[in-house]
């Protein structure tokens, strides 16, 4: 059980997600201060606009309601924790979707055929047409295989 474990923790997975985790509690706090010192004074700056108030800073509280006194609701709060989750997610999308594009391009690189494989295509087309019989994977793996061998032998 110990040596399960011992897998688990040093697997990469819980690695991952540590630094997923340390990540998104940095990246959350950049997207909270975009949202306070930007979003909200402009969303501030527009309800001051629409509402005809000068004071910015309580422009958001018009949306306050307080059915008697001592207990209020706060739905300019909410508003602003709406907006930093909708910017938050909407980032974190754009974030990986690029990743995987970039993960998705290195793939399509590492699987694009090398000068090599054309050259064993021509070869094997010349055989077919000359008759003769066309070597497979397996062939040339074998051949190298006891290449090495002799190799190893001498």
Do not use: H
């Amino acid at each position: 059980m110990f040596s399960e474990f011992k897998e688990f923790i040093i697997g990469g997975d819980v690695l991952d997600l540590a630094v997923g985790v340390v990540i998104g509690s940095a990246f959350t706090a950049i997207v909270t201060q975009v949202v306070e010192g930007l979003i909200t004074p402009l969303v501030g700056w527009f309800v001051a606009a629409i509402t005809g108030t000068r004071n910015l800073e309580s422009s958001l509280s018009i949306l306050d309601w307080s059915p008697v006194p001592g207990v209020t609701f706060q739905f300019g709060e909410i508003v602003s924790a709406v907006v930093t989750f909708i910017l938050t997610g909407f980032i974190l999308f754009i974030i990986v979707k690029a990743a995987n594009k970039a993960k998705l391009t290195q793939q399509e690189e590492e699987a694009a055929p090398v000068a090599e494989d054309y050259l064993a295509e021509i070869r094997d087309l010349m055989r077919q047409e000359q008759g003769l019989p066309v070597e497979t994977d397996e062939d040339s793996q074998s051949e190298e295989t006891n290449e090495a061998d002799e190799k190893a032998n001498s």
